[in-house]
């Protein structure tokens, strides 16, 4: 019976990211593994988002909670059975009832697809009527154990043979199965019912589906994609390779456009991470997520950078960690061995070194001395501190939140200062220093006389 395709522009995706990843030896799913500081899968998702389907469906496993939280506000569909990934997809079909647009049918673990990619493959199934499929083709350098594609007379796919089925003349075929498929929504749930489990797993395969097609007078085209796009993570190894080509690539890309990276293969990004021209980001330095860098920033060595943003001018480092929540104001210094959570840093504003601000608000110019800290938490609770602009906190200083320190205000070295101090005061809890007269010299005197006693017994 011949069918006519659908000519609907809609468009859905099927993510199958269903595998617990046993391979990677982890408790983790394995599509929630982390790439560039993203679950794998989420890079499929932004790849997928950036075409603005209709819908997304992500298939998980039956108890994999983590992963309907991960892929939200995207609808999961769950796989009941491990049975192939015909099955995975089958999954969808509730979910995609009545759907009348193009389907494509990706990995969750396969995060370098690119969205150009992914359009090509819904054009050319849309660009011809009788195309009910389209798969990824590749030809790596070495096929090994890929399933390979087995074309018509016509150029159009006839079969896939995994190459444990294949005969010695298939198995010297280079065009290789890529994975992903582009279906028309009205025929692919009932072409999926078709699928059989006559093999050796005794699971449901989504290289059956073009046979069943070519049976209801539908072909199959393969769009030929980058072999790359199509690498999947199995194992802990595969992801660290995946991670080093992903961090060079990131490296490159901020390079070009205006970053000085003094030691590129010590510096780690994350997917996300914004940084504007002329930053120059010394060795060993990491970017965790939400970062974002603003121009003519200097980020010195051993940093550690997450969900923060950083204005022009700024000077961050040597060994600063700057953690989420943290906002850094225009010319404002982040000194060695500062630590900082949920704090604006005004403008112009100092903190040198060996310091903690967690909870805080610091004015402009305000100078925050070695060994402050903010005491935000108080085992239940966590309260903010309050610094105002030009205010003076000396060094070894304690904070203790709630307070206010105004505009101006001197804390004096070494004080715990528990209430508000008003603009322009000298706040000190200091105790009065006791001083004895050649005290020292009499003390040496007798720990001398002491120590010679010892050696004689």
């Known amino acids: 019976m011949t069918t006519t395709a659908s000519n609907s522009k809609k468009l859905a995706f099927i993510v199958l990211a269903a595998g617990k990843g046993s391979r990677m030896v982890s408790a983790l799913p394995k599509p929630l593994h982390r790439l560039a500081g993203l679950p794998l899968v989420g890079h499929v998702l932004a790849a997928a988002e950036s075409l603005n389907p209709d ?72 660009q011809f009527p009788a195309v009910g499929l389209t798969y990824s083709g590749m030809i790596p350098a070495d096929p090994g154990r890929y399933g390979r594609m087995v074309m018509d007379d016509d150029g159009t796919l006839k079969k896939i043979v995994e190459f444990k089925d294949a005969t010695d003349a298939e198995k010297k075929i280079t065009l290789c199965n890529g994975g992903i498929v582009c279906a028309d929504g009205t025929k692919l749930f009932e072409w999926l019912s078709q699928v059989g489990n006559d093999n050796a797993q005794k699971e449901y395969y989504l290289t059956d589906l073009p046979p069943i097609a070519r049976r209801d007078n539908r072909t199959t085209q393969v769009v030929e994609v980058p072999c790359h796009e199509m690498e999947g993570v199995n194992t802990r190894v595969e992801l660290a390779q995946l991670e080093a080509r992903v961090q060079q690539a990131l490296r490159e890309k901020h390079m070009l456009n205006g970053v000085t990276l003094t030691d590129p293969a010590s510096t780690f990004f994350c997917m996300d991470t914004l940084i504007g021209e002329d930053v120059t980001v010394g060795p060993n330095v990491v970017f965790g997520p939400g970062v974002v860098i603003s121009r003519d920033v200097d980020i010195l060595p051993f940093c550690h950078i997450e969900g923060a943003a950083v204005a022009p001018g700024a000077t961050i480092g040597p060994f600063a960690r700057l953690r989420p929540g943290t906002h850094i104001g225009p010319d404002a210094k982040v000194g060695n061995f500062v630590e900082t959570k949920n704090v604006s840093l005004g403008a112009g504003a100092k903190a040198s070194h060996l310091t903690y601000l967690g909870d805080a608000e610091v004015g402009e110019n305000a100078n925050i001395g070695a060994g402050t800290i ?22 070894n200083s304690a904070l203790i939140a709630p ?46 006389a002491e120590k010679a006693a010892k050696k004689k017994k």
């Not at 206010?404 to 508000?420: E, H, L, M, Q």
Request: proline share 4%; net charge neutral; charged share 20%.
């Open 403 to 448: 307070v206010t320190i105004g505009d101006g205000a001197i804390v004096g070295a070494g004080s715990a200062i528990a209430k508000d101090v008003p603009a322009h005061a000298l706040a000190l809890t200091r105790s009065e220093q006791v001083q004895k007269n050649g005290w020292a010299a009499g003390f040496r005197e007798q720990k001398a």
């Open 374 to 395: 903010t005491c935000n938490y108080d085992g239940f609770f966590k309260s903010k501190t309050i610094i105002g602009k030009d205010a003076f906190i000396g060094s």
């Open 55 to 126: 819908k997304i469906i992500v298939v998980t496993g039956p108890d994999m909670p983590e992963m309907a939280e991960a892929v939200k506000p995207h609808i999961t569909a769950i796989q009941s059975v491990a049975n192939g990934t015909g099955g995975a997809a089958l999954a969808a079909k509730d979910a995609l009832a009545g759907f009348d647009g193009d389907i494509l049918i990706v990995y969750g673990d396969t995060p370098l697809v690119t969205a150009a990619t992914m359009q090509r493959m819904v054009d050319i199934r849309r």
